[in-house]
């Protein structure tokens, strides 16, 4: 299976942690989609937390449902839902096993696999705004990746096998940025939106940023 050089996967341990921790960690590292023909991979550069049952915006406040018993279950692993009727949006399991939290992967750099990325999401790549619409935004960026909730929920994002997975290639950030969430009604106040700081790929208007 296709891998980016100098990486290694996340494992199960990276995720059994707070979703600020994981939120935190996560700027820099690198998702990977393997397919039969290509890898496509982009770097995680803005990330949401949601803490749980005692978070009302997250979805595990509601409970242990069909819907989100991802969260529930061991960490690591991709909750998807489907948002406004026509987009998924990514998110990571976090925390130990029973205790609900979560990571939204808001957007993505693009590293490899550009223009599988832009067929997918109907573009064409003509100036570097074209190239930051292929993944800034999590509908966007699940688009890029093919990433539905039929496919890829519950898929194990540590595991060698998947074909969705996290990695570290060694990027170091150089400076993390802290705001309330976005795009939320319920307590979005919380400064629980974590950002590289200046890097172009960062979705929301320049308020935001």
């Given amino acids: 299976m296709p891998s980016i050089p100098k990486s290694h996967l996340l494992d199960r341990a ?8 994981v ?20 770097r995680i550069v803005e990330v949401e937390a949601y803490l749980g049952k005692n978070d009302p915006a997250a979805h595990s406040a509601a409970g ?21 009727g026509n987009h998924y949006c990514l998110n990571v399991s ?13 957007a993505l750099e693009p590293l490899t696999g550009i223009e599988e990325m832009a067929k997918a999401r109907g573009i064409t790549l003509h100036t570097p705004r074209d190239l930051k619409n292929l993944t ?29 997975r996290i990695a570290d290639d060694g990027f170091a950030p150089h400076k993390i940025q802290i705001t309330p969430r976005i795009g939320i009604t319920k307590a979005a106040d919380h400064p629980l939106r974590f950002f590289l700081s200046g ?6 208007s320049k308020a935001y940023r």
Avoid: M, W
């Fill in 64 to 84: 242990n449902t069909a819907r989100t018993s991802v969260l529930f279950g061991p960490p690591g692993h991709a909750y998807v839902y489907f948002i406004y």
């Fill in 94 to 106: 976090c925390e130990p096993e029973g205790k609900p939290g979560g990571v939204l992967i808001r």
């Fill in 14 to 21: 990276f995720f059994i942690r707070t979703p600020r921790r």
């Fill in 136 to 164: 800034s935004g999590p509908g966007r960026l699940a688009q890029a990746f093919g990433i539905t909730r039929p496919r890829d929920n519950g898929i194990d994002l540590t595991s060698p096998a998947s074909s969705l």
């Fill in 23 to 42: 939120a935190r960690g996560l700027l820099g590292k690198v998702l990977i989609r393997s397919t039969e023909t290509s890898t496509l991979s982009a």
């Fill in 199 to 204: 890097n172009p790929f960062v979705s929301g």
